[in-house]
């Protein structure tokens, strides 16, 4: 079992910033991609960003330019810088990666962009 940790949403004004952290714990043999994703009151989740274990990285079009997913110096770490907030980025974020064939989700953590 690989249990995942998120931490940093928050109330934040349009144009704001926030990061997100998410740390994985548990019977990790290998991991090969964390990623972020959100789900909007009524609306299905969605992908936000991916990392894999090469570095290579990919954005929903929607995020494109304003996020960066990125890797922490703990191992089995990942962070997602949000810049430049808009409303509709209000979702619950949940991390998530697999391992041997089995999707592993963190509880999630709730942003909401608001005057």
């Known amino acids: 079992q690989v249990q995942l940790v998120e931490s940093g949403g928050g109330l934040v004004q349009p144009g704001g910033s926030l990061r997100l952290s998410c740390a994985a714990s548990g019977s990790i043999f290998r991991i090969n991609t964390m990623g972020w994703y959100r789900q909007a009151p009524g609306k299905q989740r969605e992908l936000v960003a991916t990392l894999t274990s090469g570095s290579i990285t990919n954005y929903a079009d929607s995020v494109k330019g304003r996020c960066t997913i990125s890797s922490g110096n703990a191992k089995n770490t990942v962070y997602l810088q949000m810049n430049s907030l808009k409303p509709e980025d209000t979702a619950v974020y949940y991390c998530?990666?697999?391992?041997?064939?089995?999707?592993?989700w963190g509880k999630g953590t709730l942003v909401t962009v608001s005057s």
């Open positions: 998530h990666t697999s391992q041997r064939g089995m999707n592993y």
